[in-house]
């Protein structure tokens, strides 16, 4: 029963696209108030120039609200204007498309769109063109002649492609998912989708997030992917709730409603389906309130229920008795009697189908025929109608035939468009089977070798056992300068460690202030130079971290460390060091992250920057032309553990099986000394960090094609949601008390970078001096010349510059705790700009102290229950908070008791409690402990919900 629908819910969705597709062009949806007021305009006006303005505003104001009306003040100007090349024409243009594709006459609808491709290529318009040819390919589509939708569907997307626009390559990406379902392609059309979601992702635009979010849905439906079609629906609905767009929720609620029918989820299923008719009725739609009485009739005789079914298609017969209805109702009828066959109902079907006289000509889908023919011959099967049974079996078998046919071609079109790629596949395949045929052969070539040393040994154990003696005191000796060797190494070790360290704090001093000077230097040779000096102390810590890296690999156990890390950020900020690197040999370097990789992650983030750093390194040194690709994918993940695959190619000089073992083992090869780089470590750095982790580099390289390095790594999925910038700088001002000035630069420049305006001082005299000023977050120095931490904060506390929401940052170089109740969190001396990122993150996520609740919630909640469930509900809500209360006294808590909370708080409405619980209940999981200054917030917080609670109960209990 939904796939029989699901194109007419396709094509409901897509009457709306081309209105949300204009962003950029086309203005916002005027109010009632606007619209009146133009019509007394109109009404009044006498000047001819001034009629054409209101008469195109007009056309754009009511085309969603009355596409007919828009058409009349469409038509009307043209009439009055003989101008067909202004601005005005295009805007008239666009609205007529617009309506005729509303109102369901995409032929029209072309036309147009063809008479808007003209003017656009006359006047060379990109954009105009863009939006021409989509619309072409669109129409096409709905009118079923997919085969020519797809090369105006392709040339639109090679302008967008061209342009390098995310707005227009997320439009016609919807587009074209659309043309691949009319291909049966479903795959290519939920990739192309995906891709699609992830571009709006990255934006605000939560109106195209729920569109392509219901066009997976739709698609991973058809795919017979039911529990992935469900949890697209949901987050749909979810988006379009939010947006509170009333006229598209009953189709929302119809999408979630069909994906979880074929789950034999009916109780879940029949109330979405309920909800949907009472949205469609709010905005008074037939259609949507009668394919939702469909989906509940069929509900109806599942659970054998048949006057209630018969019922609703009566609602429906009274719903689309007008003429305009006529064909929906011919197509709901014909849905009905499918279902009462279905269901071995066939004499009510048999007297209805003669009720309705029914024809083929009343059916110019093929799909539509096809059920007609099939319904006509069970009918006419159960009134003995043999001959008319079998003229109509004969019918079902050619549309049958015919439906087969056109599938084919346009599954042969799907397979031509993917040609390129199978060569491509094709022969890297048999690159692969030449290698593994030499590999082979080197192989036999070893044994035979190892077969004629056989015998040579034997010969020589005699002479080897007269040497035995002799042997044995070498060894003593040899072990011996080995533990020699092993106290030098740690020396060494040591030493480098020290050294190294000393040297990265200077660096980063170094870095900050360049960073500051570039922007004052007009000079563009002197701002290369600067550049330069950067990339040279990138490059620099870069060496440095691999010499220490290989330091401690050779001391002892690498021990990673668990960071939050958001993998689109971290590929970012390696685009943006090593792209220019890159640019200056002329290759490209793209980074990307699968689609079905979780956002925010547990892993280290300094080892995976230096893996992926002396990789992309490599890959630029030897590569002259071509480009760079980074690639993060999904291997498999289990509850919240899960194995990542990181591809680095290239384009490059390309490797042999000899050269690749040479590079793991750090030697130096031909091409190093050829290109001048470097000494090698950064591979054998790789390779040892990843066999700690228990992994290891797979090198895959033919010589003259490029080379592609790969490492799989295994980390957990975060429970904190990543902080947006605007979270994590919600007043975008930030006060640093440091008085180090090297120290204070790097991180006035790192935190200005970040968003926040910074203030900075340098003592508690500066403190004393600075202007009235309200600061969310503070950096404070543990030990100032004149002050300590304390003493700065309880003199911001007395000229009243921070309050109850600010966040103290304690910057200090000592190993002690510090035991400060206001400090939020520490950041250790030297920092990196990676860690102080990551610690805004987290803080950001603490909820603000107002409100500490959502009072729509609580109304909810205490409205609906009389006054004996109230003081129940009120004696488990103050038991639940006396057990949290007594779980922070405990020196290690319960993370269960937190996680319990999360829900029933966040049900009564206490929003900022669940959400403490969820950072504690993390806490527990990661450091068996919790942090002083979360356990302090949480206590602060249940305090004030606890006197909130009460009341609040005591306030209901008197009404």
């Given at each position: 029963?939904?796939?029989?629908?699901?194109?007419?819910?396709l094509?409901?969705?897509?009457?709306?696209?081309?209105?949300?597709?204009?962003?950029?062009?086309?203005?916002?949806?005027?109010?009632?108030?606007?619209?009146?007021?133009?019509?007394?305009?109109?009404?009044?006006?006498?000047?001819?120039?001034?009629?054409?303005?209101?008469?195109?505003r007009?056309?754009?104001v009511?085309?969603?609200?009355?596409?007919?009306?828009?058409?009349?003040?469409?038509?009307?100007?043209?009439?009055?204007?003989?101008?067909?090349?202004?601005a005005?024409?295009?805007r008239?243009?666009?609205?007529?498309?617009?309506?005729?594709?509303?109102?369901?006459?995409?032929?029209?609808?072309?036309?147009?769109?063809?008479?808007?491709?003209?003017?656009?290529?006359?006047?060379?318009?990109?954009?105009?063109?863009?939006?021409?040819?989509?619309?072409?390919?669109?129409?096409?589509?709905?009118?079923?002649?997919?085969?020519?939708?797809?090369?105006?569907?392709?040339?639109?997307?090679?302008?967008?492609?061209?342009?390098?626009?995310?707005v227009?390559?997320?439009?016609?990406?919807?587009d074209?998912?659309?043309?691949?379902?009319?291909?049966?392609?479903?795959?290519?059309?939920?990739?192309?989708?995906?891709?699609?979601?992830?571009?709006?992702?990255?934006?605000?635009?939560?109106?195209?997030q729920?569109?392509?979010?219901?066009?997976?849905?739709?698609?991973?439906r058809?795919?017979?992917?039911?529990?992935?079609a469900?949890?697209f629906?949901?987050?749909?609905?979810?988006?379009?709730?939010?947006?509170?767009?009333?006229?598209l929720?009953?189709?929302?609620?119809?999408?979630?409603?069909?994906?979880?029918?074929?789950?034999?989820?009916?109780?879940?299923?029949?109330?979405?389906?309920?909800?949907?008719?009472?949205?469609?009725q709010?905005?008074n739609?037939?259609?949507?309130?009668?394919?939702?009485?469909?989906?509940?009739?069929?509900?109806?005789?599942?659970?054998?229920?048949?006057?209630?079914?018969?019922?609703?298609?009566?609602?429906?017969?009274?719903?689309?008795?007008?003429?305009e209805?006529?064909?929906?109702?011919?197509r709901?009828?014909?849905?009905?009697?499918?279902?009462?066959?279905?269901?071995?109902?066939?004499?009510?079907a048999?007297?209805?189908?003669?009720k309705?006289?029914?024809?083929?000509?009343?059916?110019?889908?093929p799909?539509?025929?096809?059920?007609?023919?099939?319904?006509?011959?069970?009918?006419?099967?159960?009134?003995?109608?043999?001959?008319?049974?079998?003229?109509?079996?004969?019918?079902v078998?050619?549309?049958?035939?015919?439906?087969?046919?056109?599938?084919?071609h346009?599954?042969?079109?799907v397979?031509?468009s993917?040609?390129?790629?199978?060569?491509?596949?094709?022969?890297?395949?048999?690159?692969?089977?030449?290698?593994?045929?030499?590999?082979?052969?080197?192989?036999h070539?070893?044994?035979?070798l190892?077969?004629?040393?056989?015998?040579?040994?034997?010969?020589?154990a005699?002479?080897?056992?007269?040497?035995?003696?002799?042997?044995?005191?070498?060894?003593l000796?040899?072990q011996?300068?080995?533990?020699?060797a092993?106290?030098?190494?740690?020396?060494?070790?040591?030493?480098?460690?020290?050294?190294?360290?000393?040297?990265?704090?200077?660096?980063?001093?170094?870095?900050?202030?360049?960073?500051?000077?570039?922007?004052?230097?007009?000079?563009?040779?002197?701002?290369?130079?600067?550049?330069?000096?950067?990339?040279?102390?990138?490059?620099?810590?870069?060496?440095?971290?691999?010499?220490?890296?290989t330091?401690r690999?050779?001391?002892?156990?690498?021990?990673p460390?668990?960071?939050?890390?958001?993998?689109?950020?971290?590929?970012g900020?390696?685009?943006?060091?090593?792209?220019?690197?890159?640019?200056?040999?002329?290759?490209?370097?793209?980074?990307?992250?699968?689609?079905?990789?979780?956002?925010?992650?547990?892993?280290?983030?300094?080892?995976?920057?230096?893996?992926?750093?002396?990789?992309?390194?490599?890959?630029?040194?030897?590569?002259?032309?071509?480009?760079?690709?980074?690639?993060?994918?999904?291997l498999?993940?289990?509850?919240?553990?899960?194995?990542?695959?990181?591809?680095?190619?290239?384009?490059?000089?390309?490797?042999?099986?000899?050269?690749?073992?040479?590079?793991?083992?750090?030697?130096?090869l031909?091409?190093?000394?050829?290109?001048?780089?470097?000494?090698?470590?950064?591979?054998?750095?790789?390779?040892?960090?990843?066999?700690q982790?228990?992994?290891?580099?797979?090198i895959?390289?033919?010589p003259?094609?490029?080379?592609?390095?790969?490492?799989?790594?295994?980390?957990?999925?975060?429970?904190?949601?990543?902080?947006?910038?605007?979270?994590?700088?919600?007043?975008?001002?930030?006060?640093?008390?440091?008085?180090?000035?090297l120290?204070?630069?790097?991180?006035?420049?790192?935190l200005?970078?970040?968003?926040?305006?910074?203030?900075?001082?340098?003592?508690?005299?500066q403190?004393?001096?600075?202007?009235?000023?309200?600061?969310?977050?503070?950096?404070?120095?543990?030990?100032l010349?004149?002050?300590?931490?304390?003493?700065?904060?309880?003199?911001?506390?007395?000229?009243?510059?921070?309050?109850?929401?600010?966040?103290?940052?304690?910057?200090?170089?000592?190993?002690?705790?510090?035991?400060?109740?206001?400090?939020?969190?520490?950041?250790?001396?030297?920092?990196?700009?990676?860690?102080?990122q990551?610690?805004?993150?987290?803080?950001?996520?603490?909820?603000?102290?107002?409100?500490?609740?959502?009072?729509?919630?609580?109304?909810?909640?205490?409205?609906?229950?009389?006054t004996?469930?109230?003081?129940?509900?009120?004696?488990?809500?103050?038991?639940?908070?006396?057990?949290?209360?007594?779980?922070?006294?405990?020196a290690?808590?319960?993370?269960?008791?937190?996680?319990?909370?999360?829900?029933?708080?966040g049900?009564?409405?206490?929003?900022?409690?669940?959400?403490?619980?969820?950072?504690?209940?993390?806490?527990?999981?990661?450091?068996?402990?919790p942090e002083?200054?979360?356990?302090?917030?949480?206590?602060?917080?249940?305090?004030?919900?606890?006197?909130?609670?009460?009341?609040?109960?005591?306030?209901?209990?008197?009404?």
């Open positions: 029963m939904s796939v029989k629908s699901l194109f007419f819910w094509n409901l969705l897509l009457l709306l696209l081309p209105v949300m597709a204009q962003s950029q062009q086309q203005v916002e949806v005027a109010t009632a108030a606007e619209r009146q007021q133009l019509l007394q305009q109109l009404a009044k006006s006498t000047d001819p120039s001034q009629r054409l303005t209101l008469l195109v007009l056309t754009e009511f085309v969603t609200q009355d596409p007919t009306l828009s058409l009349s003040y469409a038509t009307e100007w043209l009439e009055l204007s003989t101008d067909r090349e202004s005005d024409y295009h008239v243009l666009l609205q007529q498309t617009t309506a005729f594709m509303l109102l369901g006459n995409y032929q029209q609808a072309y036309q147009t769109s063809l008479e808007t491709e003209r003017l656009a290529r006359l006047q060379n318009d990109t954009r105009q063109l863009f939006n021409a040819l989509r619309r072409q390919a669109d129409n096409l589509n709905r009118l079923g002649q997919t085969d020519k939708a797809l090369p105006k569907a392709l040339e639109a997307m090679q302008i967008a492609i061209d342009a390098n626009n995310a227009p390559l997320q439009i016609i990406r919807y074209l998912a659309f043309i691949y379902l009319n291909l049966y392609a479903y795959p290519q059309a939920i990739q192309i989708a995906s891709d699609g979601l992830n571009l709006a992702m990255t934006g605000d635009d939560s109106n195209r729920a569109n392509f979010l219901h066009l997976l849905a739709e698609a991973s058809l795919y017979k992917q039911y529990q992935a469900e949890d629906a949901r987050k749909a609905l979810e988006l379009r709730l939010s947006r509170q767009e009333q006229a929720v009953a189709l929302y609620h119809l999408s979630l409603a069909r994906s979880l029918l074929p789950q034999r989820k009916y109780q879940e299923s029949e109330q979405q389906l309920q909800l949907a008719l009472l949205a469609a709010q905005v739609n037939s259609i949507e309130q009668a394919d939702a009485l469909q989906s509940l009739a069929w509900l109806d005789l599942y659970f054998g229920r048949v006057d209630q079914a018969n019922s609703r298609y009566q609602q429906i017969t009274r719903l689309l008795q007008t003429e209805h006529q064909a929906s109702f011919r709901f009828s014909l849905l009905h009697l499918s279902d009462l066959l279905e269901f071995s109902l066939e004499q009510q048999s007297a209805l189908y003669k309705l006289a029914l024809h083929e000509f009343h059916f110019t889908e799909q539509q025929l096809l059920d007609y023919w099939q319904v006509t011959a069970q009918v006419a099967n159960f009134n003995q109608q043999y001959q008319q049974a079998y003229k109509a079996l004969e019918q078998r050619q549309l049958q035939q015919s439906l087969f046919d056109d599938k084919t346009k599954q042969a079109l397979i031509a993917e040609q390129h790629k199978s060569l491509l596949e094709r022969d890297l395949q048999q690159a692969s089977q030449q290698h593994q045929l030499d590999k082979l052969t080197h192989q070539q070893k044994n035979m190892i077969l004629f040393s056989v015998g040579a040994c034997l010969a020589l005699l002479l080897l056992s007269l040497f035995y003696h002799k042997s044995r005191r070498n060894r000796l040899l011996k300068q080995q533990e020699m092993q106290q030098k190494i740690a020396v060494k070790n040591e030493f480098i460690a020290t050294l190294g360290h000393e040297i990265r704090t200077p660096l980063q001093g170094i870095d900050a202030v360049l960073a500051q000077v570039l922007p004052e230097v007009e000079q563009q040779s002197s701002r290369q130079k600067i550049q330069l000096a950067r990339r040279s102390v990138w490059s620099l810590d870069n060496i440095i971290n691999n010499i220490l890296t330091s690999l050779d001391y002892g156990v690498y021990q460390v668990d960071q939050q890390v958001v993998l689109a950020e971290l590929l900020r390696l685009h943006d060091l090593l792209e220019p690197l890159a640019s200056n040999k002329g290759l490209k370097l793209s980074c990307s992250v699968a689609s079905n990789v979780p956002g925010l992650l547990l892993l280290d983030e300094n080892l995976l920057t230096q893996l992926l750093t002396n990789l992309i390194s490599n890959a630029v040194k030897y590569t002259k032309q071509g480009e760079i690709e980074v690639r993060v994918e999904l498999n993940q289990t509850d919240s553990s899960l194995q990542l695959l990181f591809k680095v190619r290239d384009t490059g000089v390309g490797l042999t099986t000899i050269q690749i073992s040479q590079l793991l083992r750090g030697e130096r031909n091409q190093q000394r050829t290109l001048q780089a470097g000494p090698g470590l950064g591979m054998l750095v790789c390779q040892k960090l990843l066999q982790l228990g992994s290891a580099l797979d895959q390289s033919v003259g094609l490029g080379t592609e390095v790969s490492f799989s790594l295994k980390c957990q999925v975060s429970a904190l949601l990543p902080a947006t910038p605007s979270a994590a700088t919600e007043q975008h001002h930030a006060l640093v008390v440091e008085d180090d000035e120290c204070r630069v790097s991180l006035e420049q790192v200005t970078e970040l968003g926040f305006v910074v203030t900075t001082a340098s003592s508690l005299q403190v004393k001096q600075l202007p009235q000023q309200l600061w969310s977050w503070v950096f404070l120095d543990g030990q010349e004149d002050a300590d931490a304390l003493q700065s904060i309880q003199q911001l506390e007395q000229q009243h510059q921070v309050d109850e929401q600010s966040r103290f940052i304690l910057v200090t170089g000592s190993a002690q705790n510090h035991t400060i109740p206001a400090i939020s969190a520490l950041l250790s001396k030297p920092w990196r700009r990676e860690q102080l990551a610690l805004i993150a987290q803080l950001a996520q603490l909820p603000p102290l107002k409100p500490l609740y959502q009072i729509d919630y609580l109304q909810q909640a205490l409205l609906a229950l009389n004996e469930q109230r003081q129940k509900l009120k004696a488990n809500v103050q038991q639940q908070l006396a057990t949290l209360q007594h779980e922070l006294t405990e290690t808590p319960d993370p269960k008791v937190f996680h319990r909370l999360i829900g029933s708080m049900q009564l409405g206490l929003m900022r409690l669940s959400q403490l619980c969820r950072l504690m209940e993390q806490q527990l999981h990661q450091h068996k402990k002083p200054w979360l356990n302090n917030q949480l206590q602060q917080c249940l305090q004030q919900s606890q006197q909130a609670l009460t009341l609040l109960f005591e306030r209901y209990n008197q009404q």
